[in-house]
């Protein structure tokens, strides 16, 4: 391997660590939202689309 083909790959690595860890986040953070908005509809009142 050249130091051209090691830098590709760092860069492949990284990249694709960013995309999974979105991902994630998005995936993991979306019905924590929804779950929190219905436990303070049921709790306080407040509306969900507040």
């Known amino acids: 391997m050249d130091i051209g083909n090691i830098g590709m790959m760092l860069l492949v690595i990284i990249g694709?660590?960013?995309?999974?860890?979105?991902?994630?986040v998005i995936t993991?953070?979306?019905p924590i939202v929804v779950i929190w908005?219905?436990?303070?509809?049921?709790?306080?009142?407040?509306?969900?689309?507040k």
Do not use: Q
């Open 16 to 24: 694709g660590c960013t995309g999974l860890l979105t991902t994630v």
């Open 37 to 49: 908005k219905i436990i303070r509809r049921i709790t306080k009142g407040i509306p969900i689309t």
């Open 28 to 30: 993991l953070g979306i």
